[in-house]
Nanobody, 124 residues
């Protein structure tokens, strides 16, 4: 099993920023593709961003392009999601996932490990 821990969620106003962290426990996150996903109340889970394993490849949901940035700190075994200019529609529970695949997006099957999620609330 792949154990992941998310942190950095909170409640902020529109236009403000948050930085989410995803840390791998007991394995080298550097060797896994890592993705961020979110789920708002009453809606389906959607992909937000991904970072390829040992590559510079990244991808973003069109709704967050230009506002969110995914990055890695291999020394700290952590993947970050910097979220700027937050909007109310960004509200939801954010999960990170890791998968040993050459592609950028974790596949979401039995081989994919998930964190427990961190809450993000954007409201006036």
């Amino acid at each position: 099993q792949l154990q992941l821990v998310e942190s950095g969620g909170g409640s902020v106003q529109p236009g403000e920023s948050l930085r989410l962290s995803c840390t791998g426990l007991g394995f080298g996150l550097e060797y896994y593709a890592v993705g961020w996903f979110r789920q708002a109340p009453g809606k389906e889970r959607e992909a937000v961003s991904c970072s390829g394993s040992r590559t510079s490849k990244t991808d973003y949901n069109e709704s967050v392009k230009g506002r969110f940035t995914i990055s890695r700190d291999n020394t700290g075994n952590t993947v970050y999601l910097q979220m700027d200019n937050l909007k109310p529609e960004d509200t939801g529970t954010y999960y990170c996932a890791a998968d040993i695949t050459f592609s950028c997006w974790p596949r979401g099957g039995a081989e994919t490990g998930w964190g427990r999620g961190t809450q993000v609330v954007i409201s006036q």
